[in-house]
């Protein structure tokens, strides 16, 4: 059983409960280990048709004071009546034009693990809406799973992260016309030269069950993915992507089938940045 959910949101930013809301229904989901991974505030000029910067920047301090709080709980508590352990993330946006900015933002708190993610291709936020999707021929969206995929590889090189967020999110809105380009070998390096950089870099790679809930109707990443990940032995973590209560710990029961499939039988999480493995 999986009880490790280390992905997840809160009212701080664009999830519609608070902290310590989402703790409650971590605990009540039957979690040990939850992970707060807010967003992370964006420079100027990433926008999303709505846009919740300037919400996020504001209540910022008060998601790092609330979430510490609730981590030195399970500190404070005698070892024979630890709760669930709560850690501190992030969930930090990758833009490769703009490390020294994502530098100065990681090294400001003591997080213990940082989510590295790619929603921007340039300044375009290609997540946001199905219409920037919709008339893109096959080539067209050829060349954006292209890049995203460069993407990744650089934001695993940098070796600033932990775990590498839903790793094929770039198929939300064109899943169909997705495993026509992963199917073709040399599209498929690109996505296993993205899978050796977290490798070799120390990550863990995010299954996640954001995207069931998504258009694309499918866990991320999809099974060609995983299947390049399990020959790589590349660590793995669980992720709900929870935006509110009911979304904690959601689906596990089928991403624990998923995973076990593939041969994985431990999840990874981090404490102070240090991997923790434990079987699930």
């Not at 008339?135 to 460069?150: E, G, I, P, V």
């Not at 016309?177 to 992963?182: C, E, L, V």
Request: include cysteine.
């Amino acid at each position: 059983m999986i009880t490790i959910d280390i992905h997840s949101h809160t009212s701080h930013s664009h999830a519609a409960n608070t902290v310590a809301e989402m703790a409650e229904a971590a605990e009540a989901a039957g979690m040990r280990v939850f992970g707060f991974s807010e967003h992370s505030p964006r420079p100027e000029g990433y926008n999303y048709p709505t846009e919740y910067r300037t919400k996020l920047r504001a209540g910022f301090p008060d998601y790092l004071a609330e979430v510490k709080a609730l981590c030195q709980r399970f500190v404070d508590a005698p070892e024979d009546k630890k709760p669930m352990r709560v850690l501190l993330g992030l969930e930090v946006d990758w833009f490769p034009s703009e490390r020294p900015f994502i530098e100065r933002m990681i090294n400001a708190a003591p997080y213990d693990y940082l989510i590295g993610s790619v929603h921007f291709l340039g300044t375009w936020g290609f997540d946001a809406t199905v219409k920037d999707w919709k008339d893109l021929s096959d080539d067209a969206c050829f060349a954006k799973y292209s890049a995203y995929f460069h993407n990744e590889r650089d934001m695993a090189a940098s070796g600033l992260m932990q775990v590498a967020a839903h790793p094929d999110l770039i198929k939300i809105f064109s899943v169909e016309t997705f495993r026509r380009w992963i199917a073709d070998d040399a599209h498929s390096r690109l996505v296993k030269d993205a899978l050796t950089a977290m490798k070799d870099t120390g990550m863990a790679m995010e299954i996640s069950a954001a995207g069931l809930r998504k258009p694309c109707k499918e866990i991320y990443p999809c099974p060609e993915i995983m299947a390049m990940a399990a020959k790589l032995h590349l660590p793995v973590s669980f992720a709900s992507d929870a935006h509110a209560v009911e979304q904690v710990g959601w689906k596990f029961d089928e991403l624990e089938r998923y995973a076990r499939s593939f041969g994985y039988t431990t999840s990874r999480y981090f404490v102070e940045k240090e991997p923790i493995d434990q079987a699930f």
